[in-house]
């Protein structure tokens, strides 16, 4: 599921306690981010169109339908397939020669890999 960074921001309150009513969604994202009402509302719709969010009454009360974990391992696979041409290999290359990884993380990252399999 491929959701913009605004879709992202409505998400994010809702990860981070669900289920909202939509004017609560309205007051934290004024809040945090200086969205206005209609702003707000229609992100929130946007989210309901794509099947991220479910709405019901009374009230406007949203909740996720899909978690955190299900949008970051669309949103990585996404990114794979345009930037790496679907190659894990050519992204974690990519990664590590502008990023750098520590010894530690290495060690961690070696012991996934070898879980995975």
């Given at each position: 599921m491929?959701?913009?960074?605004s879709e992202l921001k409505v998400m994010e309150v809702l990860w981070e306690q669900e289920p909202r009513s939509a004017k609560e969604i309205v007051d934290l994202l004024s809040q945090r981010i200086g969205w206005n009402k209609n702003t707000t509302y229609t992100v929130i719709r946007k989210c309901i169109e794509k099947g991220a969010v479910a709405r019901?009454?009374?009230g406007f009360i949203c909740r996720t339908l899909v978690s955190r974990d299900e949008v970051a391992q669309s949103e990585t696979e996404q990114l794979i397939d345009k930037m790496f041409g679907g190659s894990s290999e050519l992204f974690f290359s990519s990664f590590?020669?502008?990023q750098g990884i520590?010894?530690?993380d290495a060690a961690r990252l070696a012991?996934?890999?070898r879980d995975s399999k």
């Open positions: 491929k959701l913009f960074d019901e009454e009374p590590l020669k502008h520590s010894e530690e012991e996934m890999i």
